[in-house]
């Protein structure tokens, strides 16, 4: 297979032996995805950019073959799809030009993202940046839907997630990415995650889905 386009975060596949649901976390991406369900026709799909954790369920047997993409991109939804079908099944070769074409990152909306994923107020990353924070404002929810906070409380949420598996005490995990406290740090990863510090450390593969590559964690 030919290298992955620039825009494309990793690619990723998934399968359910027959009836169940699946755990999707936020995780800052938009995704093209495959779903190929026993007994039924193909499917390409675009995801949404979550925002908070959601079920997918599946009634039989199911294979799913995913393209993340990279956080910010801007794509065309209607094209991609359009194209996306039209393509041999299982030509994955003749599919990626189109994510190319069709799925776009602005630079000014990358260089967005990194300095809010750096910054501990959206206010720091705007004058990092050297804008006011009505024009960041506006370049993000132009670009992704989405307004500069949830990219910062995204991006703290999922760093924080990550440092769970150092197995460093709850309140100092908190205090270090910027949370009042523990129990502030537990209520945003519930709202974000669906699962509370504690449970998410307690189960290895549902924090791996919170530390997967996409914004502010995982690469």
């Not at 910027?178 to 549902?206: I, V």
Request: proline share 8%.
């Amino acid at each position: 297979m030919p290298p992955l386009p620039a825009v494309v975060l990793e690619r990723w596949a998934h399968a359910s032996g027959g009836a169940g649901t699946a755990i999707v976390l936020p995780d800052g991406c938009r995704d093209l995805i495959l779903r190929r369900e026993a007994g039924c026709r193909p499917q390409w799909l675009v995801s949404p950019l979550d925002t908070q954790a959601r079920s997918v369920a599946s009634a039989r047997a199911t294979q799913w073959l995913g393209f993340r993409l990279r956080p910010g991109v801007r794509i065309d939804s209607a094209a991609l799809l359009a194209a996306a079908r039209h393509v041999p099944e299982g030509d994955e070769s003749a599919l990626l030009p189109h994510i190319d074409q069709h799925a776009v990152l602005d630079q000014r909306v990358a260089d967005a993202l990194a300095a809010l994923r750096e910054a501990p107020q959206v206010a720091w990353a705007a004058r990092a940046l050297g804008v006011s924070p009505r024009s960041l404002e506006r370049l993000l929810h132009s670009a992704t839907g989405q307004p500069p906070q949830y990219w910062r409380a995204l991006a703290r949420v999922r760093g924080a997630a990550q440092a769970l598996a150092s197995g460093a005490p709850l309140a100092a995990i908190a205090a270090s990415h910027g949370y009042a406290d523990q129990a502030h740090f537990s209520r945003e990863c519930l709202r974000w995650l669906g699962a509370t510090p504690a449970r998410l450390r307690a189960a290895p593969a549902l924090l791996a889905l919170a530390c997967a590559p996409g914004y502010g964690a995982g690469g």
